[in-house]
């Protein structure tokens, strides 16, 4: 059996809910704080600190706290697990596709 990392285990339970997405698009344009983060989304402070909590678990965000602020970003390099991982997927398919029809 193949194992992964539970980096990568992480990143895909956070990639999971549409919110955290949205995030990783919005942070993609450059960093925001968790004000900025929930604006969008109409959400309450408590309940995107959550999300971006379970991001920076996933080791796709971080953050950073200045003064009473607190500044998200994404990680450097936090998607080369998930790209590798992508590419083995891919890999799959093409042998799927080649197969097809042969039984």
Same mark, same amino acid.
């Given at each position: ?51 971006? *909590? #379970?991001?920076?678990? =996933?080791?796709? $965000?971080?953050?950073? /706290?200045?003064? @009473? ?18 590419? *083995? #997927?891919?890999?799959? =398919?093409?042998? $799927?596709?080649?197969? /097809?029809?042969? @039984?």
């Amino acid at each position: 059996m193949v194992h992964y990392s539970t980096t990568v285990d992480r990143a895909f339970a956070a990639l999971a809910d549409p919110t955290r997405r949205a995030v990783l698009e919005q942070l993609g344009a450059g960093s925001a704080t968790i004000s900025e983060l929930a604006e969008p989304f109409g959400m309450s402070l408590t309940g995107m600190k959550k999300h971006v *909590r #379970l991001l920076e678990e =996933a080791e796709l $965000v971080t953050t950073e /706290k200045v003064g @009473r602020v607190r500044r998200c970003m994404l990680t450097p390099y936090a998607f080369e697990g998930i790209s590798t991982w992508l590419q *083995r #997927l891919d890999r799959f =398919a093409q042998v $799927v596709e080649r197969t /097809k029809g042969e @039984r």
